[in-house]
């Protein structure tokens, strides 16, 4: 049986199937390899962006594909895993997901559900176009550069993406953006202003704002960019109507973030450190919310 996450949100939770008996067959046929991937070949990003990054394809109960890992990722036509990957038969597996996603949910028939679904084909198509920008190179192989740590940002939390998931995937999977951007790692992929009973009804600044300040984020504007004499500083966009993300500032004065089940990074998505995340490439995140600050031990999250 296969249990798949439509890797495509940062906060609110991803889509997941579990396809099993003739749709799990067919889904394994569909990863046939074709050859290896190689460096140099163009493939999906080497760190993580914002917007879709490719199926979580994981291998529960009796493994259908016996050569690869319980865990490994999919996207246009390419499998990648912590070893390597391989180019696949089928560069068309995202859509036939969808099809058995919507459908088995029976939502397929309502306007909201299909917009979504549209949406989805959409930055699955914009995915593969930008592609087309990167080399591959195994998650394994990405460094991590030491970074000059500024001492107005000394209160920042230390950039340690190894803690945050890259060696455990329980621990990358179960831990989003607000995870991250608050420093609180709860395994239950948190979500703003739930820990209060004052979740978000949109997807807009203004509602998740104050559901992250029912959580006692401190919103603070006029910060503009400057760390904070007490706790840390963190920064809040949104996909309008659709999703949102969080950055926090680190004691290196640069930001790093991460985005849903995705390792932690400080890049954004042209590959650059993040020195502002208002300047930054936030690829469908285009609407800057605020800074807030976070005040470790006096605030709630689950």
């Known amino acids: 049986m296969y249990k798949i996450t439509i890797d495509v949100f940062s906060g609110r939770p991803n889509p997941v199937i579990e396809l099993k008996g003739k749709k799990a067959t067919e889904f394994a046929e569909r990863l046939t390899e074709v050859r290896n991937l190689k460096h140099g070949d163009r493939h999906f990003p080497k760190f993580a962006t914002a917007g879709y990054r490719g199926l979580i394809v994981e291998q529960t109960g009796k493994k259908i594909n016996l050569d690869l890992p319980r865990t490994f990722r999919y996207a246009n036509g390419d499998v990648l895993h912590d070893k390597g990957g391989f180019k696949t038969s089928d560069e068309k597996a995202e859509a036939f997901v969808l099809d058995q996603f919507y459908t088995k949910a029976k939502l397929r028939s309502t306007k909201r559900l299909e917009n979504e679904r549209e949406k989805m084909l959409f930055l699955i198509d914009a995915f593969k176009n930008d592609r087309e920008e990167f080399v591959f190179t195994p998650w394994a192989d990405v460094p991590y550069p030491d970074l000059p740590i500024k001492t107005d940002c000394m209160c920042g939390p230390a950039y340690e993406p190894l803690w945050w998931g890259d060696a455990n995937w329980n621990v ?78 680190d004691n290196t004065g640069y930001w790093s973030h991460k985005l849903g089940s995705s390792p932690a990074i400080h890049f954004d998505n042209s590959g650059n450190l993040i020195a502002d995340p208002r300047d930054a490439n936030r690829g469908n995140y285009t609407n800057f919310c605020t800074f807030m600050v976070v005040h470790h031990g006096r605030i709630k999250v689950v």
């Open 172 to 249: 990358m999977e179960l831990n989003n953006c607000y995870n991250y951007a608050t420093n609180y790692r709860t395994e239950t992929f948190a979500q703003p202003g739930k820990a209060h009973n004052a979740m978000y009804d949109f997807f807009d600044c203004q509602s998740l704002k104050q559901a992250a300040v029912a959580d006692k984020l401190i919103d603070f504007p006029r910060l503009d960019n400057n760390c904070p004499t007490k706790g840390h500083l963190v920064a809040l966009v949104i996909d309008p109507g659709w999703d949102y993300h969080w950055y926090r500032k």
